[in-house]
């Protein structure tokens, strides 16, 4: 069993950055693929990006702008934002899973609640 915690989230302007954290509680968190999503109203959840042991992955929108990254030894993974724009807004969830595409949600067996992440123009 893995406990996710987001927290980070907030208001900001366009062209700000926001780190957001996701802490993974359970024995074996550290050995899970980490991912962030993301879920704007009226919209489906969507991948963000994912970080196996040490390789990352992003979608197509966010490369450039955005890192992912985990330290380990603390069970804590990152995503870092730069250049945000309102259409970046949604409830943003951090997910741990094991095997399948990184992209997709049913690959992850545990959510966090989720944080919510405000651009404004």
């Known amino acids: 069993q893995v406990q996710l915690v987001e927290s980070g989230g907030g208001l900001v302007r366009a062209g700000d950055s926001l780190r957001l954290s996701c802490a993974a509680s359970g024995r074996t968190a550290s050995t899970y693929a980490m991912g962030w999503f993301r879920q704007a109203p009226g919209k489906e959840r969507e991948f963000v990006a994912a970080i196996t042991w040490s390789d990352p992955y992003y979608a197509d929108s966010v490369k450039g702008r955005f890192t992912i990254s985990r330290d380990n030894a603390k069970n804590t993974v990152y995503l870092q934002m730069i250049s945000l724009s309102p259409e970046d807004t949604a409830v943003y969830y951090c997910?741990?899973?094991?095997?399948?595409?990184?992209?997709?949600?049913?690959?992850?067996?545990?959510w966090g609640q989720g944080t919510q992440v405000t651009v404004s123009s």
């Open positions: 997910a741990a899973g094991r095997t399948g595409r990184l992209d997709r949600p049913t690959t992850y067996a545990y």
